[in-house]
């Protein structure tokens, strides 16, 4: 098994899967299978039934399928590869219904076409490679099924998808179903709600946008309290961009050209095109140019907490993760060319501030270059690639490179967070952009008092604050630290006779800036106690007659349990050292 690369073996593994599949329902269309980054999927077209409608696979099938893998692989069927006139390929595909293989058959240029086989029936359009034999699988599971169009494209039929992983050793498939798990544990969908962050109304308001109930909007604010702080530190300047401007905009800076398709467009009563700006670039362009500027100005930094809207495709919307209106901590930097790599530096340095400063220290880089679909001269493209690398290599940064994988107008540094179970999480991006300030005639007087054109740096350093909620969530499996608990403690009065003592609680923590609520219902202690520990709030404080007579208060840590009577004022400072402690 050491020679066996697990992609291989994953796709070897999607392979016997089909195959299964095809023994179990032989009037089944096969789609595409290709091993992905944990694991390996299948796409398949299953036959109506009586009713002319079409049933998913069910967590029986899956069972069922899997069954059915285990006999193909205790048969240690061979793959064996067939060469083929594409002619003869096609007859093949097409004398066993196979239109969606056909349909691919059709994208290859060769004359000459791969086909592998199993067993006595299966066969498959493949370049491969592959395992030996199916004895070679030790380890698999199926895990889910999702819809999927053919292709990826909306008007096409709707396949299901099966997904599974493979592993090379049992104990690399265990662990990683334990990884799963606990990551099912952490999904911030399920927190979101749970806890009462956030809601999104697919059918009322639409798909994939946002709606904060009051503790999500607590924690948006204490994030977003400390972007706004720490920016004018660093020497930016806030500023705020309309939401619509208009579609001629958007035709100079490129992205009714390379954007289109994500974007909401308008038209007025009186037949003006407008956009809902899915970027914030644009309009802090338009700032800049509101006035010449002079090489002494430079660098220029502009910095917007700003919402956005971009027509995501709805197979692909995720919580947090993935919507259509999201606010981005947004800036972008003008500069003359001597200055570039200082800033891009600073960029870097305020994205690990940042990081560390709520709890991260764990993360990777990507350097990603230019892409087929482009705008901008060769010459600029090298030199805003070569800015950021120098960068890189100056702060001592280990990168990848991510060929072709930029934005259309530059070059860019991706930033990925790791979370508590080492998952990443896209965070900072930093671009190095020549060719907007380029079509936008941006321009500064020299020192020579000649104009010149000013290099753009465009930087998030969360990216998305929605994203960022997301990424929380998870890393804390809801459990947030004190200071960014959106309720740090919550006040249990036993009787009614306590409420007053319980408002004065609540009044001593609210004016040493600390968020606290008072459980005034009806309901028993333990409910009460039980609730505030499952919405994972950081202190419950238990108040009785006793309490309110010595003015003290009984403490619970969540996860730690009973911590004894305190004075009131002993509890407020006990608060105050932790929430300095930070993360």
């Known amino acids: 098994m050491a020679d066996i690369s697990v992609d291989v073996l994953r796709h070897s593994c999607s392979h016997i899967m089909a195959e299964a599949v095809k023994e179990l329902w032989p009037g089944i269309k096969l789609g595409i299978g290709p091993s992905i980054e944990d694991g390996f999927y299948y796409d398949f077209d299953k036959p109506a039934n009586e009713k002319g409608e079409k049933e998913p696979f069910s967590p029986e099938d899956l069972e069922k399928i899997e069954t059915k ?80 169009y053919w292709r990826g494209i909306e008007t096409n039929p709707m396949l299901t998808r099966i997904y599974g992983t493979a592993f090379l050793t049992v104990q690399e498939l265990d662990d990683y179903l334990k990884a799963i798990d606990e990551a099912k544990k952490r999904d911030h969908r399920k927190l979101g709600k749970d806890l009462k962050f956030f809601d999104i109304y697919f059918d009322e308001a639409g798909a994939g946008l946002i709606f904060y109930h009051p503790k999500g909007a607590i924690l ?178 280990t990168y990848k490179v991510s060929p072709g994988e930029g934005a259309f107008y530059g070059p860019k540094v991706d930033i990925k967070l790791k979370d508590a179970l080492k998952r990443e999480w896209q965070c900072a991006t930093i671009q190095c952009d020549f060719t907007l300030p380029e079509r936008f005639n941006l321009e500064y007087t020299g020192s020579d008092g000649k104009t010149a054109r000013p290099i753009m740096l465009h930087r998030v350093i969360l990216g998305s604050i929605e994203r960022f909620i997301g990424t929380l969530l998870e890393h804390h499996a809801g459990a947030l630290p004190l200071w960014l608990s959106p309720i740090q403690a ?71 349990g009973d911590q004894g009577e305190l004075e009131l004022f002993n509890f407020v400072q006990r608060l105050k050292e932790e929430n300095q402690m930070k993360t």
């Open 69 to 148: 893998m285990k006999e193909i692989i205790a048969r240690n069927e061979q793959f064996i590869q067939q060469l083929l006139p594409k002619q003869e390929a096609k007859d093949l595909l097409s004398n066993a219904g196979e239109v969606y293989k056909t349909d691919l058959l059709n994208d290859i240029p060769d004359e000459t076409v791969s086909i592998y086989k199993t067993g006595e029936k299966f066969f498959d359009l493949c370049r491969g490679p592959h395992i030996k034999s199916a004895g070679d699988i030790k380890a698999f599971k199926l895990l889910s099924v999702a819809g999927a």
């Open 220 to 397: 948006r604010n204490i994030i977003e309290d400390y972007e706004r702080k720490e920016h004018i530190r660093r020497g930016y300047q806030p500023i705020v961009t309309p939401q619509i401007m208009k579609q001629d905009l958007w035709m100079t800076s490129g992205h009714m050209d390379h954007y289109k398709e994500n974007m909401f467009t308008i038209q007025t009563p009186d037949n003006k095109d407008y956009v809902l700006k899915p970027m914030n670039c644009p309009g802090h362009i338009l700032i800049y140019k509101s006035q010449m500027r002079s090489y002494k100005e430079l660098p220029i930094r502009y910095f917007e907490l700003g919402t956005v809207h971009r027509y995501e495709k709805s197979g692909v919307l995720h919580g947090l993760l993935r919507v259509r209106g999201f606010t981005q901590d947004d800036a972008h930097i003008f500069c003359l060319p001597e200055q570039l790599v200082a800033e891009i530096k600073g960029a870097l340095d305020f994205t690990f501030d940042t990081m560390k400063f709520f709890g991260f220290s764990d993360f990777s880089i990507e350097l990603s270059t230019r892409p087929a679909k482009s705008i901008g001269t060769d010459a600029d493209w090298k030199r805003a690639q070569d800015a950021l690398e120098s960068a890189l290599k100056e702060k001592k940064l």
């Open 490 to 560: 919550v006040i249990l009065p036993l009787k009614d006779t306590v409420a007053s003592y319980a408002k004065e609680i609540q009044e001593a923590l609210l004016v040493n800036d600390f968020r606290a609520s008072i459980d005034l219902r009806n309901e028993t202690l333990d409910k009460k106690i039980r609730e505030a520990e499952m919405q994972k709030i950081p202190y419950i404080v238990v108040i009785g007659e006793r309490e309110a007579k010595a003015h003290t208060v009984s403490v619970r840590k969540r996860t730690l």
